[in-house]
């Protein structure tokens, strides 16, 4: 049971370029949150997933895209990142039942926008 | 104004010793309440839930204040293990609001 797994841990991408943060969840959980955690600042809801096939913005969007591929994985992508979104981003997962459930935390990707 | 804030500190405590600090919510509405703990560079883990009339577990003990939306963490007989960032999460209606953190050393 390998929990929340996110790939990749580190990445360094140029101003304009594109990529995707991979999440998957090995506990059965319905929801799927993405976050971002910056010095100084909680984590901020990006996008969540209630259940498989339907996402949600959150708090800070923009810029963001995400994709419900199936109930284990839930997609990060940034088509044309920005200095800005140099964070630690967050994927989460909550188990079933949700009221008052915690979330699980994957261990974050460190990306930095040149 | 923030959601929840909390006291970035650093709370900087001697072995053996308590240390306690609290966090203030905003949205009176909010329903649940939890500490979680992160590690310098890791995710974050949950510590406890926190219950209306209090609770502990172990050495920590947490407080939730609904009249004047606070909730406390106050950790006994500090350990070097038990440093770390404290945040403070409040859940309304299933969005989980998250404090930047209070930063807790223990020294020897």
């Known amino acids: 049971n390998a929990g929340v797994t996110q790939t990749p841990k580190f990445q360094v991408l140029k101003t304009g370029q594109s990529m995707t943060l991979q999440c998957a969840q090995d506990m059965n959980h319905n929801s799927m949150y993405w976050y971002r955690q910056d010095p100084g600042m909680g984590l901020r809801l990006i996008y969540y997933?209630?259940?498989?096939?339907?996402?949600d913005k959150g708090e800070v969007p923009n810029g963001y895209n995400v994709s419900r591929l199936n109930k284990r994985e839930f997609s990060l992508r940034l088509e044309s990142a920005a200095p800005s979104q140099t964070s630690v981003y967050f994927c989460?997962?909550?188990?079933?039942?949700?009221?008052?459930?915690?979330?699980?935390f994957g261990p974050g990707t460190r990306l930095t926008v040149l | 104004r923030k959601e929840v804030e909390q006291d970035p500190g650093p709370f900087n405590v001697p072995e053996g010793a308590t240390v306690a600090f609290n966090c203030t919510y905003s949205?009176?509405?909010?329903?649940?309440f939890f500490w979680y703990r992160q590690d310098c560079r890791k995710e974050p883990k949950l510590l406890m839930s926190v219950y209306s009339s209090g609770n502990e577990d172990g050495r920590f003990t947490a407080q939730l204040n609904r009249a004047s939306q606070y909730i406390s963490l106050l950790i006994r007989d500090s350990k070097l293990s038990d440093s770390a960032t404290y945040l403070c999460?409040?859940?309304?209606?299933?969005?989980?609001?998250f404090g930047a953190g209070t930063q807790v050393v223990v020294t020897p």
């Open positions: 949205n009176s509405a909010s329903q649940s």
């Open positions: 999460v409040v859940d309304s209606w299933g969005k989980l609001q």
């Open positions: 997933s209630a259940s498989e096939g339907t996402t």
């Open positions: 989460a997962s909550r188990r079933p039942g949700e009221s008052t459930d915690t979330q699980y």
